[in-house]
């Protein structure tokens, strides 16, 4: 376990999201008005900075690229999305918004990585 | 050549011609690959290769291929011939084709009657030997023998088994085949076209209201919607708004036929001129009846007049970037539109 501080709580305004780098490694932070979310900081489609391309407007997340759409609360893919959120562990104390970091998440971009090539192509 | 594939929808082959694109080849034969720009910027069609000695890789500095892991085999099918039979992996989700769905073809047409619109927008038209379906917000592939690589161009016309498609160019600081328009003379020259392409397409069935939110030559696949919006007489039971952005009223262009559009169906079409550097208080046009005009970025205006009256509304997104990106936003935050609703193609 290693919470980290990320920011305080009005660092990041209601319905935004903003990254911050924590220790090398960058956090997305989403403000949902009442909770906060933590997130990898890129759209697992096409590696775009959400904090750039990301919408946030009724609990849902859309990356205006391609509108890719999540539940914010919970990662979960809706309408075009073919791979759900990463979200790292986050809570609230008084004014500062701290996150568990075990490692640093990051998206798989390649599919069937897990494989060798021999298996691949069967 | 015989392609054979893989996706997560199963498996696939087809018979890649010699110098066609993988792409346009699997397109052809209705199978739904995964593109967007098909002209090697987007990224959207990268798919993996067997033996990388299969394909011939037409434009290495493509920019779409800065998504790519080359060592893993990857490229981008749209910019790839076949030369040898091959074994490809597709990693995107490969919807099915709609059973409306026309095919691509291959095929040659004549540059004729190229005019200049406003100082950096030109029109062109092609002249077809044979003619070709498309729907309307459709775009084609062009390559003409002066200039290197094919663009994407929506068709501004509308028309089943057409022989002419109609084309808008603006002119652009490095865009070779627009300065090649602007300073050679076009006329007459034979262009290869692939097409048609694109899956923002109206969809009459759907009987929805029709937002249309353009900047700059966005408008091109715009005037074919509304072309058979009107031709087909949809705008009789169903709305059609149109925001059309540009800098200044001497950057507007098809103002006649966006006024003949409107005075066809004043009751249920809607079109505002959104100049984002030039006050209208200004401006006197003879299409101040029928056209409306307002200063600002086009997707903000659109928000203003809007007004929060999205009622079963599709809308039809394109132009630059920023402004896509831009009018996205309105969709999503201000109308608050499901994605699905949402209709642009993506060429960057």
């Not at chain 1, 509108?67 to 893919?77: A, I, K, N, S, V």
């Not at chain 2, 600002?296 to 809007?306: L, P, S």
Request: proline content about 5%; aromatic content about 10%.
């Amino acid at each position: 376990m290693s919470w980290k501080r990320v920011c305080s709580a009005n660092d990041v305004a209601a319905n935004s999201l903003k990254q911050f780098d924590v220790d090398g490694v960058p956090v997305l932070i989403a403000n949902l008005g009442d909770e906060f979310r933590a997130y990898p900081p890129l759209c697992p489609h096409m590696e775009e900075r959400l904090e750039e391309s990301g919408i946030c407007e009724g609990g849902l997340l859309t990356c205006s690229k391609h509108l890719w759409q999540w539940e914010m609360r919970t990662g979960e893919m809706r309408g075009e999305a073919e791979k759900p959120l990463l979200l790292y562990e986050l809570k609230q104390e008084n004014d500062d918004v701290l996150v568990n970091i075990e490692k640093e998440l990051e998206y798989e971009y390649e599919e069937d990585s897990e494989e060798d090539d021999d298996g691949f192509w069967d | 050549m015989k392609v054979s594939g893989r996706s997560k929808a199963g498996k696939f082959t087809f018979e890649c011609r010699t110098g066609e694109r993988i792409l346009y080849a699997g397109l052809r034969m209705g199978l739904a690959l995964p593109y967007e720009c098909a002209t090697g910027t987007c990224g959207t069609c990268k798919a993996r290769v067997r033996e990388p000695a299969t394909i011939k890789d037409l434009w290495p500095e493509a920019p779409g291929n800065s998504y790519l892991q080359r060592e893993r085999g990857e490229f981008l099918m749209c910019q790839a011939h076949a030369i040898a039979d091959c074994e490809i992996a597709v990693p995107a989700k490969m919807n099915s084709m709609p059973e409306d769905y026309i095919p691509l073809v291959s095929t040659q047409g004549t540059i004729v009657n190229s005019r200049l619109l406003t100082h950096d927008v030109m029109a062109f038209d092609i002249e077809l030997a044979d003619p070709i379906d498309f729907d309307a917000g459709q775009f084609v592939v062009l390559q003409v023998p002066d200039v290197e690589g094919g663009r994407a161009y929506s068709m501004v016309n509308y028309e089943r088994a057409t022989r002419r498609l109609e084309f808008i160019v603006k002119k652009k600081p490095d865009g070779r085949f627009s300065e090649w328009l602007f300073s050679s003379k076009a006329d007459g020259t034979v262009a290869e076209l692939c097409g048609p392409l694109g899956r923002a397409i109206f969809q009459p069935e759907e009987a929805k209201n029709l937002l249309c939110i353009a900047g700059g030559s966005g408008i091109a696949g715009m005037m074919s919607i509304l072309s058979r919006g009107c031709q087909e007489d949809y705008f009789k039971d169903h709305g059609g708004t149109l925001f059309f952005g540009v800098r200044t009223l001497n950057d507007a262009f098809f103002l006649d036929e966006l006024a003949d559009f409107v005075s066809a169906f004043p009751d249920k079409l809607q079109v505002t001129i959104a100049l984002s550097d030039e006050e209208v208080a200004s401006i006197e046009t003879p299409h101040n009846g029928s056209l409306n005009f307002a200063t600002g970025f086009v997707h903000i205006v659109a928000a203003e007049r809007m007004n929060r009256h999205y009622d079963d509304v599709v809308a039809y997104v394109a132009g630059p970037p920023p402004m896509v990106d831009g009018a996205i936003r309105t969709l999503i935050l201000d109308a608050r539109l499901p994605a699905d609703l949402i209709r642009y193609d993506k060429f960057s």
